[in-house]
């Protein structure tokens, strides 16, 4: 419920967002007050249109230095390193400002995408109702993760993408309990989209043709260079961050700054300012020449790539996506030309182009595809898209360490999990690990002789165990307490024996039995058999929980044939090894 009231809100915030973006371009390019779209391309500002976007930056500025540093960047990193560090708390305030900021970046020209914003303000607004009510830390993340994605649902109508953007990006697991909220999240705000925005899909293009066999393996391969070319474009727009951090003004005006090179860019190829969704369509129409595909290509990416390592405020999905279809749709002229008998579609190209971009530089594999698909309504490029965004997920897995939304939180010290495994204290049995013949106290030793005994065979442990020679288990004795120095010696070791009522069944998981050891305070735990009237089995201790991820581990890494075969079946490969050695000169 807490999830889809957010998405409600948040659906409506999008419908803002766009409205003031499209406020803030009409007024900064046309002085005219407005809500329609209308492109900042073609204003006619002549020269000052440089000096617009150093207005909006310097207001972004000012608004981080006295509202919150928070507003500034990408939005998921931002994000991702709340839900990992902060117990998914993030400050009330974002809600505000950073639509505000980034309507204003946007609006000025600022070549972002709303989709960051939106994310940023989503899981802002997910975070705050999570910290009214009273929940758990995980459950939190989930209402985060749920007021993020519906945000991006609700910009795109894009519901399945955002549930795996969710999964991928912010919930770090794969489970029932976070997946269901979460979708019902993006229904929401598919379903805003659906009543305040247009109907159809976001970037409409061309009916696509199945393609042959030949065409796969191009766009497989324009993914891979794609790919590529994701590498390079993470590592610059991280070499620019690092350079505005050695410029020795204050980080207010290096918006201000970016903001220049937007404008001056802006200037010379005007297609590069604002949200840009506009140039994406005209990608994926194949209708553009490839001057001006290049020239968006390179362009984009430089007044993008200056912006952001600024610290603005503004989202890399459009930008990403635009950079990437228009070099998947110049790979596409250039291999069309060079072999005119393969049927290469320009729009097709553009497409795999621009959701490879977005599987390399951010890794989100399923998120990618799946985002193509639902924007553009193209179920025929799914074999392509397949293709390609795994030619350039494996460039990125085995050219970069991190990605350009795990780079700036992995810099803080900030690990991102990269894989959503099952938990080994749940895959695991108690019986798989426990110790069924640990050393025992008898309850009748004196403490001088158990002090002697330890003083032959130092003690692997904090506690020992107490057992009756009938083999029950009377409790425990800590070491702490055997060698107090005011105990006495002649003293049997009943005396200073502490009763344990913790146990466990043997069939029981680990993460049950560390449960109870912490919930206790107990270094282990007695294992009875699960049967009715059970007997004592043996003891289940920390150590032996330890030990069972070098176990786990070791036998997971570890590499050899396992090829189950019969009796007969090996007999034959024995006799044709023997026959082999035999002709051997």
């Known amino acids: 419920m807490l999830s889809v009231g957010v998405a409600i809100v948040i659906s409506l915030i999008a419908k803002v967002l766009v409205s003031l973006i499209n406020l803030v371009t009409n007024i900064s390019f046309y002085q005219q007050f407005g809500f329609d779209f209308h492109s900042p391309a073609s204003n006619h500002l002549g020269l000052w249109v440089?000096?617009?976007?150093?207005?909006?930056?310097?207001?972004?500025?000012?608004?981080?230095?006295?509202?919150?540093?928070?507003?500034?960047?990408?939005?998921?990193?931002?994000?991702?390193?709340?839900?990992?560090?902060?117990?998914?708390?993030?400050?009330?305030?974002?809600?505000?400002l950073k639509p505000v900021s980034s309507a204003i970046a946007i609006g000025t020209g600022g070549p972002f995408g709303a989709e960051g914003p939106i994310i940023a303000t989503g899981g802002a607004l997910g975070s705050t109702l999570g910290q009214l009510f009273t929940v758990s830390s995980?459950?939190?993340?989930?209402?985060?993760?749920?007021?993020?994605?519906?945000?991006?649902?609700?910009?795109?109508?894009?519901?399945?993408?955002?549930?795996?953007?969710?999964?991928?990006?912010?919930?770090?697991?794969?489970?029932?309990?976070?997946?269901?909220?979460?979708?019902?999240?993006?229904?929401?705000?598919?379903?805003?989209?659906?009543?305040?925005?247009?109907?159809?899909?976001?970037?409409?293009m061309p009916a696509l043709l199945v393609p042959s066999n030949a065409a796969l393996g191009i766009y497989s391969f324009i993914g891979i260079l794609v790919g590529f070319a994701s590498l390079g474009l993470t590592k610059i727009v991280y070499f620019i961050e690092d350079a505005f951090e050695k410029i020795p003004v204050h980080w207010m005006w290096w918006p201000a700054i970016g903001g220049l090179a937007v404008g001056t860019v802006g200037y010379f190829a005007p297609r590069t300012l604002g949200v840009g969704y506009d140039n994406i369509i005209s990608l994926l129409?194949?209708?553009?020449?490839?001057?001006?595909?290049?020239?968006?290509?390179?362009?984009?990416?430089?007044?993008?790539?200056?912006?952001?390592?600024?610290?603005?405020?503004?989202?890399?999905?459009?930008?990403?996506?635009?950079?990437?279809?228009?070099?998947?749709?110049?790979?596409?002229?250039?291999?069309?030309?060079?072999?005119?008998g393969l049927d290469i579609s320009i729009p097709m190209s553009a497409l795999v182009g621009m959701s490879a971009m977005f599987a390399g530089a951010s890794?989100?594999?399923?998120?990618?595809?799946?985002?193509?698909?639902?924007?553009?309504?193209?179920?025929?490029?799914?074999?392509?898209?397949?293709?390609?965004?795994?030619?350039?997920?494996?460039?990125?897995?085995f050219f970069m360490k991190n990605t350009i939304m795990t780079e700036k939180i992995a810099r803080r010290g900030v690990?991102?999990?990269?894989?959503?495994?099952?938990?080994?204290?749940?895959?695991?049995?108690?019986?798989?690990?426990?110790?069924?013949?640990?050393?025992?106290?008898?309850?009748?030793?004196?403490?001088?002789?158990?002090?002697?005994?330890?003083?032959?065979?130092?003690?692997?442990?904090?506690?020992?165990?107490?057992?009756?020679?009938?083999?029950?288990?009377?409790?425990?004795?800590?070491?702490?307490?055997?060698?107090?120095?005011?105990?006495?010696?002649?003293k049997e070791i009943l005396s200073i024996i502490k009763p344990v009522n913790a146990h466990i069944k043997n069939n029981?998981?680990?993460?049950?039995?560390?449960?109870?050891?912490?919930?206790?305070?107990?270094?282990?735990?007695?294992?009875?058999?699960?049967?009715?009237?059970?007997?004592?089995?043996?003891?289940?201790?920390?150590?032996?929980?330890?030990?069972?991820?070098?176990?786990?581990?070791?036998?997971?890494?570890?590499?050899?044939?396992?090829l189950s075969l019969d009796r007969q079946a090996k007999k034959i490969i024995v006799r044709g090894k023997r026959m082999m050695a035999d002709r051997r000169p």
């Open 508 to 562: 029981d998981p680990l993460k049950k039995a560390l449960a109870i050891m912490s919930q206790n305070q107990h270094d282990f735990l007695m294992v009875f058999n699960s049967r009715e009237g059970g007997a004592f089995e043996g003891l289940l201790s920390y150590r032996d929980v330890v030990k069972a991820y070098h176990v786990n581990h070791e036998s997971e890494s570890r590499t050899g044939r396992n």
């Open 138 to 204: 995980n459950e939190r993340k989930i209402i985060l993760a749920a007021g993020a994605t519906a945000g991006m649902s609700a910009i795109f109508g894009t519901p399945l993408a955002a549930v795996f953007l969710a999964i991928e990006l912010l919930l770090f697991e794969f489970s029932a309990r976070s997946i269901i909220p979460v979708a019902l999240a993006c229904i929401t705000g598919a379903a805003g989209h659906h009543l305040l925005f247009e109907a159809g899909p976001v970037f409409p």
């Open 363 to 397: 890794r989100a594999y399923l998120t990618s595809i799946l985002f193509a698909l639902e924007s553009t309504h193209q179920i025929n490029g799914l074999l392509p898209l397949l293709g390609a965004c795994s030619g350039a997920y494996l460039i990125s897995v």
């Open 50 to 96: 440089i000096v617009v976007p150093v207005i909006g930056s310097v207001i972004v500025g000012l608004m981080a230095l006295y509202g919150s540093k928070a507003i500034r960047g990408h939005g998921i990193p931002e994000a991702m390193e709340q839900v990992l560090t902060n117990q998914s708390r993030i400050k009330p305030a974002i809600a505000i």
């Open 285 to 340: 129409s194949g209708q553009l020449s490839i001057s001006v595909i290049l020239s968006l290509c390179l362009f984009k990416f430089i007044s993008w790539a200056i912006a952001l390592g600024s610290g603005t405020s503004g989202g890399t999905l459009a930008p990403l996506m635009t950079i990437g279809g228009a070099s998947g749709a110049a790979l596409g002229y250039l291999l069309h030309n060079l072999f005119p």
């Open 415 to 490: 690990h991102t999990p990269d894989s959503y495994e099952p938990d080994l204290l749940l895959k695991l049995r108690v019986s798989e690990v426990m110790d069924r013949n640990p050393v025992f106290i008898s309850p009748y030793n004196t403490i001088a002789e158990v002090r002697r005994y330890f003083g032959e065979n130092p003690p692997m442990e904090n506690q020992y165990a107490v057992k009756e020679p009938t083999g029950d288990c009377l409790g425990v004795v800590s070491i702490l307490d055997l060698f107090q120095p005011s105990a006495d010696t002649e």
